[in-house]
């Protein structure tokens, strides 16, 4: 299975632009890459996925490499409700394999 | 259009009993993934059905089971429960299995304790 690596913790002040990073250097040429995230007591809550290039939806935006060793979700504008953990995953074999993940923390 | 439902959210079981768990896809969605998550393992990967078929197994102990209705709706069970088997249960349906390009919808998960 592929692995990821993601910051533990990341800081960013509300309403301003947050860049959350992920590698997944050992990623298969097949596999999209997933990003969830997870409020306390919830499961996990889809945000964004793609393959190779540049993915957008009404909640985030999704920055693959071109080598797609590794992948940036963005936050245009962070609020208060975008605090929680977020993962990565490459989707291979219909598995997700999230990570530690990163815990998002917004300064009001 | 309702989200992923599972029961119970919550239980508690004393080892050496049996549990199961029960999921509802959303409406339309085949395939139905089971994960447990815990602090220290994180998200691991039990077993996805699709169309009542079990097409993918993580590494678990045969004493974790499952199987899915016609209907979509999936069960899991767990027997002869250790005190490791503690964990939040999460299930995740999408629409179509096997390509990784959809996106997996969780519900709240049931949270086991065994004491």
Redo the contacts between chains.
């Keep these: 299975d592929a692995k990821t690596t993601q910051p533990n913790s990341m800081e960013s002040n509300e309403e301003e632009p947050v860049h959350l990073p992920c590698n997944h250097s050992t990623i298969s040429g097949t596999d999209y890459i997933h990003w969830y995230r997870q409020l306390p007591s919830q499961g996990p809550e889809y945000v964004i996925h793609g393959l190779t290039s540049n993915v957008n939806n009404r909640m985030a935006s999704l920055a693959i490499a071109e080598d797609r060793k590794s992948s940036t979700l963005i936050l245009h504008r962070a609020t208060l409700r975008d605090a929680a953990v977020y993962y990565c995953s490459p989707f291979g074999n219909e598995k997700l394999t999230f990570g530690t993940g990163t815990r998002l923390t917004i300064i009001p | 259009k309702a989200g992923?439902t599972q029961t119970p959210r919550y239980l508690i079981k004393t080892r050496g009993q049996q549990v199961t768990l029960s999921c509802s896809p959303i409406s339309g969605h085949r395939?139905v993934?089971w994960?447990q998550q815990t602090p220290g393992q994180?998200?691991q990967?039990l077993f996805?059905y699709?169309s009542e078929t079990q097409?993918?197994k993580?590494n678990f102990p045969g004493r974790f089971s499952g199987r899915q209705f016609s209907n979509s709706r999936s069960e899991m069970n767990v027997s002869t429960l250790e005190l490791g088997d503690s964990a939040l249960y999460?299930c995740?349906s999408s629409l179509v299995?096997?390509a990784?390009?959809y996106?997996?919808?969780?519900?709240?998960?049931t949270r086991l304790t065994v004491t």
Excluded: D, I, K, T
């Design positions: 992923v395939s993934s994960y994180g998200l990967f996805e699709f097409r993918n993580g999460l995740a299995g096997s990784s390009s996106e997996q919808y969780f519900g709240p998960g």
